[in-house]
């Protein structure tokens, strides 16, 4: 597996991480614990060493998951968890607050160190920015956690180009994790050149479009109740007969390949700066292994140029996420 180094002064990686969300929470019913915990080895037995969770992905099964299966290869690897969400009362107790005031970030940190068997977190992102708590005070709170020797690196996600260059100027910002891929190239227009000037990394969510850049849907695919997609609007039934087109493409370009459509997809990420560094989640070896091997393709500058524009000429349909969800990116 290829290494890249994540920001100017982060850590170095594999090429291609592993999301674990998917395990634990998002996409229907959580899967078997051993199986995962196998499959997360598998994961470090094939190169990978850079691993994504947060505290609210169960809440906590996803990180005790990820502290389970890394325990044997502590030194090894580098697990990136996240702070920023609480329960809310006034929705039954659903994690769909925002809290980053600075005792919840230590108390989430101490939490988030025992349920990862760590005595370190490698990688601390806020969640979501939260509107009601100054981005400095997070940055202080972070950097103090950092001299205290709790954690190694600050990061960001889905957070907006001025509160990246506020937060970065009091804690260096080693990453920002945002959703990109050919499905959602939002990052390009002010999130990429800012973490470029600033010499920061950048770690795609969702790099294969939630699945839909692997081909694995079709029109006719609905979703159950317990998988987050089914409130999304960009999967809705009349979105999904539209938004078929970029998936037909690129099940094109991987026939020019020999390859298939999610190593395209990961490749032109992997192709847009050295230091992207996309999570692809998958609860399954046969994926696992498809994703890795994106890093092993090459697509060369006219292929990247036929990719771009044979996407921008398809009208992708639909919000990426519910109004009130999609508010609290970009911030």
Known sequence: MQKRLLGKNGPT?????LGCMGMSFGYGLPKDN????????????????????????????????????????????????????????????????????????????????KRLKVDVIDLFYQHRVDPDVPIEDVA??????????????????EAGANTIRRAHAVCPVTAVQSEYSLWWRKPEEEILPAL?????????????????????????????????????????????KTNMAIVDLLKQFAVQKQTTPARIALAWLLAQKPWIVPIPGTTKLSRLEENIG?????LTAEELR??????????LVGARYPEKLEKMTGR
């Open 13 to 17: 990686v594999s090429a291609v991480g």
């Open 34 to 113: 051993a199986e995962m915990i196998a499959l997360i080895r598998a994961a470090v037995e094939r190169g990978v060493t850079f691993f994504d969770t947060a505290e609210v992905y169960g809440p906590f099964t996803n990180e005790k998951l990820v502290g389970e299966a890394l325990a044997p290869f502590r030194g090894e690897v580098v697990i990136a968890t996240k702070f920023g969400f609480a329960p809310d009362p006034a929705e039954g107790g659903q994690w769909r607050k925002l809290d980053s005031r600075p005792e919840h970030i230590r108390q989430v940190a101490e939490a988030s160190l």
């Open 140 to 157: 202080g709170t972070v950097g103090d956690l950092i001299a205290e020797g709790k954690v190694r690196y600050f990061g960001l996600s």
């Open 196 to 240: 470029e000037e600033l010499g920061i990394g950048f770690v795609p969510y969702s790099p294969l479009g939630k699945g839909m850049l692997t081909g694995a849907f079709n029109a006719d695919t609905r979703f159950d109740t317990s998988d987050f997609r089914s409130i999304l609007p960009r999967f809705s039934p009349e979105a999904l």
């Open 294 to 298: 994106a890093a092993d393709i090459t």
């Open 306 to 315: 036929e990719i771009d524009q044979a996407t921008s000429k398809i009208r």
